[in-house]
């Protein structure tokens, strides 16, 4: 059985909070990925934490980007990529 080369995510969108794509290593990892180790918002669940991967995986629907997310309580969690954003000082200050 031979693995399939991940198809590119479709029509991301625009603006300062659409996620980039990097480069696909070999386990289909986004190893280069600019957000990686930085702090992200999962917009369906609301938690933060900092991305520690980005997995392509097959689904019947195709190839599905899925993020990991890793909190300060350090039990990671996944989002779909489409649903995460930058976690920038302004969020912080809204927040107080």
Do not use: Y
């Amino acid at each position: 059985m031979t693995a399939s080369r991940p198809r590119k995510a479709s029509s991301l969108g625009t603006g300062v909070n659409t996620v980039p794509q990097g480069k696909v290593g070999p386990f289909f990892h986004e190893d280069n990925h600019p957000w990686l180790t930085t702090e992200v918002r999962d917009v369906a669940s609301g938690g933060e934490g900092t991305l520690t991967a980005i997995v392509h995986e097959e689904s019947r629907a195709g190839t599905v980007r899925v993020a990991h997310i890793r909190p300060a309580s350090g039990v990671e969690w996944t989002a779909a990529v489409t649903n995460i954003r930058l976690v920038t000082s302004s969020d912080h200050v809204q927040q107080q």
